[in-house]
Structures are given as C-alpha cells and as structure tokens.
C-alpha cells in the first residue's frame, strides 16, 4: 500500500513539474522551460568564449564588414534581449559552411558559410535562423526536455521496481533508446523548423528578400551531397522539407518584405 502511495506522489510531482516548467514560443509551440533564462545567457557567454579561443578569428576587414552589415540589419528588429544584452558578432576563419547564435546574444559565423550563402540576402536568411533560436529560447527547452526525458526515465525504473534485474536493464535501455529517437530528436526538429520560420520573418523585417532563404537550402543541398543519416534519425530537418516548408510561408513574408521596402529598409551589403 505504501508503495502504491509513493507512486502516486511521484507521478504527481512529475506532472506538477512539467506543467509549471510548459512555456509558449513565439509561434505558439508549446515547450519546457526548466531553467532561468539569466541562466542560460551566462552559459551562452562561457560557450562563446570558449569558441573563442579554440577557433582562428578572421581579420579580414571586408569580410566582417560585409557580415556584421548583414547582422546589424536584422539585429535592431527582433525582440530585444535579457537585461538589455547587446548582440555580438564574430567571424570564425575555417571552411565549414556554419553558423551560430547563442543565449545571451552571440553570434558566430564561419567564412565556409559565404561559399553557399552567395549574397547577402542568403547570408540574412542563415543569420535570422540563427538569431530565431536565441529569440525562442530553444537552449533552454532543448536542456529542458533532455532533463525531462532523463528524470522520466529514473522514474518509470523507479516504478517499475526491477532496476537491477537483466530484464529491467534491457527494458530501461531499449526505453532510452526510444526517448532519444521519438523525443528528443524530432523535438529538435521541431526547434529548427521554428528558426526557419522566425528567421523568414526576420530577414524579411530588414529588408532582405525571403525567396533567397529558398535558394540557400538549394545551395546547401547541392553543397551536402546526400552525406546526412535519415531524416528519422537526424536533429536537423532535411534540404527538401526546409525548402517545402519555407514555401509555404514565404507569402506572408512577402508581404513583411514589401512593408520593410516601403517603410526604406534596403540594407546595402556587399560582399
């Protein structure tokens, strides 16, 4: 009977958890949000840092002129960030076609990037993506839902009262297995088709043409060769549902676009 009572108890306070911890992104989406968001921002500051001193710098004048002309566009635009953080621009030399953001307002590009986003409408279309994560708070939801995910599974061995059998071993394995798979990897998806979206906005907002975000995952798709594991078993959505999913925004970002234009947003940024 007691033991019934402290099942229920913990079943109880997990519910009770996840639904303090339910926050709303900026499209609707519901997500977790365990941690504080000053939290997160100073883990973003030691992440870039860090970056920092693994990674060359680039000193090329035009090229972080050219990047930080794109990212000053966008910047001013999106919802402002924690304790009035400014954000932060640096350009990494090394030939991977990446970017990144992190909490708190950090943004990293790599030069590689600028030999698939061929202009500056391309490179504003990766940047608002990037910028979308940070807005989203998509750090904080991702540590959330792992923290979840784990918490859950010590919970459902804890109930299941055969931690140490070969049996409840197998169990627990074959169960983490399909937390990450069902869970925490579509979950990420989700968070990237979210960036996309914001992104779209984003760029469109400073006046950059969102039909070049469409172009961009073309370039990345011809760049990437079919070298990517099963959409299933990947964090990241494939080439072909970004660009599906990006046309069928891209009206509405037309219409931000043609706003942006009239209102004389038409940043002038060349590589």
Known sequence: MQNNSNKNVLLSLSALLLLIACATSPTGRSQLEFFPSSQIAQMGKAAYQQIKQETPVSKDPQINRY???VANAITPLVPP??????????VFKADQANAFALPGGHIGIYTGLLSVAENA???????GHEIGHVIAEHANARMSTQYATQAGLQLIQALAGVPGSATGQQLMAL?????????????SRAQESEA???GLRYMAQAGFDPRQSIQLWRNMLAADGGRKPPEFLSTHPSEKARISEL???????LDIYQ??????RRPKCKP
Not at 81 to 90: I, K, P, R, S, Y
């Open 247 to 253: 046309e069928q925004h891209l009206p509405q970002a």
């Open 81 to 90: 960030l924690e304790n009035g953080e400014q954000w932060e621009v640096t």
């Open 259 to 264: 706003q942006a234009l009239s209102e004389g």
């Open 67 to 69: 990047i930080r002309c």
């Open 175 to 187: 169960m983490g297995v399909g937390a990450q798979v069902g869970i925490i990897l579509p979950f």
């Open 196 to 198: 996309d979206i914001l």
């Open 121 to 127: 409408d391309q490179l504003a279309a990766v940047i």
